[in-house]
């Protein structure tokens, strides 16, 4: 069912709010409720720096298999706002890449080689991703046995983007080209590290957001987004300075929730104790949203 002005609007990281950091895949019951807000009328769009091939696999392809409803449309903003597609019931549509968004080809051949020759034991280079590169830890290995290597790791990305005579930031430290310019960023999260162009980023997933809804016709009263970290918030940003109502979910708040100027929810907003975070939060609050919407 599609509705014109829903009261709500779903723009939801995936690792962490919707898929397991631990086993990287989606509980069957956040797929039911997903279907269900789907059904519901409320769109979903997943803003993730995650590729496509993730998203087909992890999300829509239980999406399909649990009955996503004929004539839905569900949005996938992936790798930051790189690449992007929908898909229905039937599968997915054409994959859009913004190619002026893409990490030079040498410098990503380079990092698989770096990682296949130092870093095998702790990390993985991912295949499927097409602007971005990005290295994730095994699923096998212990995440603090990763952190650990993961800061050597970051530090080598860095060197090996100064001899391609890229300009780069990691955590505040910038290393500029010979022109003095900045255009890329070595982005480290609790399970990989990505490199990608500055100009990507959770805000730029939500102007996507907003523009592919606006083609369907759809204009939703509100929205709520839902992350795992502080880069999150970069959506609920971008929707509020742009004049959406915006309520933003921390389903990781240990990081420090921010003072914003609308309203951020955790776990403890739903009754719920701090130690309910990451998708068991996450899963909670599709379920209250499911509630609110079809009572």
């Known amino acids: 069912m599609t509705i014109q002005t829903p009261p709500l609007a779903l723009l939801l990281d995936v690792d962490g709010p919707i898929a397991s950091p631990v086993t990287r895949s989606v509980d069957a019951g956040i797929i039911a409720d997903l279907n269900s807000l789907v059904s519901a009328g409320i769109p979903v769009v997943f803003n993730t720096g995650r590729s496509d091939t993730f998203i087909a696999e992890q999300v829509m392809a239980p999406m399909i298999a649990a009955g996503l ?38 410098y990503g051949d380079q990092v698989r080689s770096l990682v296949a020759s130092s870093y095998a034991d702790h990390m993985f280079f991912d295949e499927t991703k097409r602007a971005m590169v990005s290295v994730e830890q095994h699923v096998s290995v ?22 391609h005579g890229l300009g780069a930031i990691r955590l505040g430290h910038e290393s500029p080209d010979e022109a003095g310019n900045i255009d890329f960023r070595v982005d480290p999260t609790i399970i990989s590290t990505d490199i990608e162009s500055i100009r990507l980023g959770k805000d730029l997933g939500a102007s ?17 987004t839902m992350g795992d970290s502080r880069t999150d918030y970069a959506m609920a940003d971008w929707l509020h300075y742009n004049d959406h109502l915006v309520k933003h979910v921390d389903v990781r708040p240990a990081d420090g929730v921010p003072t914003k100027p609308y309203a951020v929810l955790t776990s403890v907003d739903l009754g719920l104790g701090e130690e309910i975070i990451h998708d068991d939060a996450g899963a909670a609050f599709l379920r209250a949203w499911l509630d609110a919407v079809t009572d």
């Open 208 to 224: 996507r957001a907003v523009e592919l809804l606006a083609a369907q016709g759809i204009v939703p009263a509100a929205w709520r």
């Open 69 to 106: 409803p004929h004539g839905a449309v569900v949005n996938a903003i992936c790798e930051k706002g790189a690449v992007w597609f929908s898909f229905t019931a039937d599968g997915p549509g054409t994959i859009h890449v913004d190619k002026d968004l893409a990490v030079p080809a040498a």
């Open 142 to 163: 212990e995440n603090a046995d990763y952190l650990i290597e993961q800061q050597d790791f970051n530090g080598a990305a860095m060197k090996l983007l100064f001899q």
